[in-house]
């Protein structure tokens, strides 16, 4: 699976194998992305799969959905959304405290 950017969309594509059917096909969804308690969660939507009978795309779609867990950051950063755009991600946080420029910058 790859994750891209249709303007300001995430798709997430790829090739589907399923034995069991002798079907591979491509899928692609959009995808959803939602930060909770310091985990990154990325949910799928309007997943589309060529070929497949409609209830393999409702199968699929939950294979597609992940999480990943953010590290800690410096300074107590905390990422709070995470949004498609056209060049790639942006990525908002908030933090208290942290040094804009250090000393020896200065």
């Known amino acids: 699976m790859t994750i891209n950017n249709e303007g300001e969309e995430a798709r997430m594509s790829g090739e589907l ?3 069991e059917l002798d079907l591979s096909t491509q899928i692609s969804s959009g995808a ?4 909770d308690d310091g985990t990154l969660n990325v949910t799928p939507v309007d997943v589309e799969v060529d070929g497949a009978p ?5 199968s699929v779609a939950g294979m597609l959905a992940f999480s990943i867990q953010i590290p ?3 300074y ?3 990422i709070t959304d995470v949004d498609p755009t056209a060049g790639g991600v942006r990525v908002e946080g908030t933090a208290q405290d942290a040094p804009i ?6």
């Open 32 to 35: 959803e992305f939602e930060i």
């Open 72 to 74: 800690d950051l410096p």
């Open 17 to 19: 194998a399923i034995t």
């Open 101 to 106: 420029m250090s000393e020896e910058a200065a």
């Open 76 to 78: 107590g950063l905390q």
């Open 54 to 58: 409609s209830q393999v795309a409702d």
